[in-house]
């Protein structure tokens, strides 16, 4: 009997079914409506028709596929369009446009890292699974300070030697909580380090009009200071970006091997993405709408006597006594025709497990409410 080379599978799968860890697919509706609260379309910008015309328009032009990695078939005059676009809107010099905010993230990293990563790179211990996968593939020295804490950042970079890259979330994907940016980059330029910060969850939501946390805080456009993007998320697309001085974009270009390795991004993405940029310049108030109504998410779930961290953007997160207790809440408001998010070790590094919800400008008055009475109705009894 030959062996068989895949007979761990099984018992890797029931240990995991077994802790209530494995994840299955669910395929959603075409049109979740008003009643998704789990989804990142945060301007409600995904089916906005100038968007999808815009995606269409560039696919028939261009093609359903970039056909190449960007430097050699895969960028068109679209790609470098969204690219000046972005920079010109979030206030930085320039940027580079990758198939996602994931590749977006390593290539930021293991390309930051310097030379023969010797760079020191300082983490907030929650930070997204993109940037620690970044740091991993940099195999640069790490240093992991407590959250949101720019004095640990300052006593890390003065305690190194040589380079340092500090490394943060501006808003974190799991309490939807703000990094202090202002502080953190007074610490790194203390000590000489560099400001790399992935604003998946800023871009279209905060700053004047949207511009991102870096726009908001002053930082955009400094000359240590780099950002990531996702196109995924407000933009409603798919893609992601990275931005910052023109001499480290053309760094990138150069040396990040999630950039020259991995196909251009598809043209209808670029132009869906122009598009959405579009509307956001044409109407900023979507960026305030989306904070106003995660507000009143916060501030009815907390009303009726749930623990909710008061939110800093779209992620409303709101505790679960257990996991057993966030899954069942979960499907429970699933049933109720209400989709939200469902966050629980090991996913949650503190143990917490929670509910977590995402605003949305384009959501009533009138659904917001139903949407809060649904958590309330059916929460676990604490
Ligand atoms: N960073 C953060 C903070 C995110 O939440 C996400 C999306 N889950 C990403 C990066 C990855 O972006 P993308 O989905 O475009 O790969």
Sequence with gaps: MPKDPFDWIEAQHERLRAAG????LRPRPADAGP???????????????????????????????????????GSTELHARLERELAAFCGF??????????????????????PSAATLLVCDESNHASLIDGCRLARAERAIVPHADPEAVAKAVAAHEGRALTITDSVFSVDGDAAPLRALAEACRAGGA????????????????????????????????????????????????????ARVIDHLVSTARSFIFDTGLAPAAVGAALASLEVLRREPERAARV??????????????????VRPD??????????????????ADCREAGLAVGCFRPPSVPDGISRLRLTARADLTDERIAQAADTIVRTAPAA
């Design 21 to 24: 860890l494995l994840r299955t």
């Design 35 to 73: 009643t998704d609260l789990a989804g990142n379309d945060y301007l409600g910008l995904t089916r906005h028709p100038e968007v999808t015309e815009a995606a269409a328009a560039a696919a028939r032009r261009w093609g359903a596929g970039a056909t190449g990695s960007r430097l050699v078939t």
């Design 93 to 114: 010099e320039a940027a580079l446009v990758f198939s996602s905010g994931y590749a977006a993230n390593l290539a930021a990293v293991t390309a930051l890292s310097g």
């Design 194 to 245: 560099a400001l790399l910060v992935d604003d998946a969850h800023g871009l279209g939501v905060l700053g004047d009009g949207g511009r991102g946390a870096l726009h908001a805080a002053g930082l955009a456009g400094d000359a240590d200071v780099v950002a990531t993007v996702t196109l995924s998320k407000s933009l409603g697309s798919q893609g992601g970006a990275v931005l910052g001085p």
């Design 291 to 308: 904070r106003a109504v995660a507000g009143e998410l916060h501030r009815r779930v907390t009303e009726a006597g749930l623990t909710a």
């Design 313 to 330: 953007a779209a992620v409303v997160s709101v505790r679960a006594p257990s996991p057993e207790a966030a899954v069942r809440w979960a």
